[in-house]
């Protein structure tokens, strides 16, 4: 019998003692201890507004200072080439707003990303879109990858940004994002990357990496949720979102949120020390999960085999409904996700999933399972016994099952 395996102590959502495997890490993850204590602290200790010239105000500036200093060093960077964000969403829509702006005032509207960016990069794209901007998004392949040649290729006189997702949230492939940002240095593109999904999985190097603007958000790596990171290189344009005091050196207003500043620079450090142990528990985990769905048939795996997150599963099983498989997986204290958290209330099938090239018949049938550091081979086993007949049951009163079964509408997948 498995306990909640994420969180030893505590049971979520369920009765002590009955499985609880947590695996929908992509969509948020639970706090680590050491950040939880960071925030507790900080809530209760570090009250002072750091714009305040007082002694306790200047305890939280250096608090503040620490956290901007913690950050920066993980991603080798300059402090002060770090602001803090509310999450991903909002250092993404500041990026991207950012550059193309600053392009603009030259004269240069092209912008190029690719078809399976979140929906924060997609979305802001489709305002610029509104604002004159001519956006390109990349078509990937059937693992979901673009190229540098790709890039370069796409990269004309009057591109002001080239915005690549590092990893992608939904089926876990890793773009070549060091060579994509040596293509648009040499060019003089300013090259944006959202590295939500990589952080704490993979490692970032924003001066190797040739990296101009770069997202984070504290919850994907067991920070709190509600704060983020932009890096943006110095000499890169910046404008602020949100008008009000100096703050963030006049780029992003508003009262710092100390707490969470300091618990999501802690997780980040904490992530970063064990990344390269981390990463290699949860590739164990991931292959052999991804070996036992295999054996499901008429399933596929989505996204690059190699290529991929270290903690991303994510599968297509066709003749089923990916919401049935969520809940049913629910029962039996399995957690994941159909695809992206933001997208699970509709119903529309996942544009990632589309790009790639599953019809909507198959991008409806899709399990995402994504791992974190608590999670142990024990919890794979338990995964790999109990989804196969989950998919088989639900299979069998499918009417759409049983038309292929008998023949009537072909199988689609092998
Ligand atoms: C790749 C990616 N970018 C951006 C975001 C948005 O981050 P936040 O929830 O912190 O706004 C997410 C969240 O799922 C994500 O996966």
């Known amino acids: 019998m498995i306990y909640c395996m994420y969180y030893p102590t505590k049971t979520v959502g369920k009765k002590r003692g009955t499985v609880m495997i947590y695996t929908d890490n992509a969509a948020t993850t639970p706090i680590s201890p050491s950040a939880a204590q960071t925030f507790t602290k900080c809530l209760n200790e570090v009250y002072g507004n750091p ?33 803090f964000t509310s999450g991903g969403s909002e250092a993404d829509n500041q990026a991207i707003r950012s550059a193309a702006h600053a392009g603009k005032k030259k004269g240069k509207l092209h ?69 994509i940002g040596e293509i648009c240095r040499a060019r003089g593109v300013t090259f944006h990357t959202d590295a939500v999904q990589a952080a704490g999985h993979l490692h970032i190097d924003v001066s190797k990496q040739n990296i101009d603007m770069l997202s984070l958000s504290g919850h994907k790596f067991h920070g709190p949720k509600g704060v983020g990171v932009l890096y943006a290189r110095k000499g890169v344009a910046l404008e602020s979102l949100i008008d009000g005091g100096a703050q963030e050196r006049g780029k992003r207003a508003g009262t710092e949120n100390i707490p969470a500043i300091a618990a999501m620079a802690q997780a980040l450090k904490e992530a970063c020390s064990e990344m390269d142990e981390v990463a290699r528990q949860e590739t164990a985990i991931r292959d052999r999960i991804i070996q036992g769905l295999s054996e499901i048939p008429h399933s596929i795996l989505n996204g690059d085999r190699d290529k991929r997150l270290p903690n ?103």
């Open 312 to 414: 991303n599963v994510s599968f297509c099983f066709e003749g089923i409904e990916g919401e049935s498989l969520l809940l049913m997986l629910d029962e039996k204290g399995i957690c994941g996700s159909s695809g992206s958290a933001c997208t699970s209330g509709s119903l529309d099938p996942s544009h990632v999933l589309l790009a790639i090239g599953r019809i909507h018949e198959i991008a409806h049938g899709s399990l995402r399972l994504s791992l974190s550091k608590y999670n142990t081979m024990e919890e794979a086993e338990y995964i790999i016994k109990t989804v196969p007949g989950v998919v088989e049951y639900l299979r069998s009163f499918s009417p759409l099952w049983k038309d292929k079964v008998s023949g009537k509408n072909p199988f689609i997948l092998k």
């Open 111 to 179: 912008i190029i990303s690719t078809s399976v960016e979140h929906h924060a990069v997609l979305h802001t794209l489709d305002r610029l879109k509104d604002e004159g901007f001519e956006v390109q998004l990349l078509e990937v392949g059937e693992t979901g990858l673009v190229t540098p040649q790709q890039v370069a290729d796409a990269i004309r006189e009057d591109t002001c940004l080239v915005s690549v997702m590092y990893a992608n949230n939904e089926i876990g492939t890793v773009m070549p994002i060091a060579e």
């Open 51 to 83: 714009s305040s010239l007082h002694s306790i105000g200047q305890k939280a500036a250096e608090v503040l200072f620490e956290a901007r200093q913690t950050v920066a060093q993980c991603l080798n960077c300059q402090p002060r080439e770090i602001y």
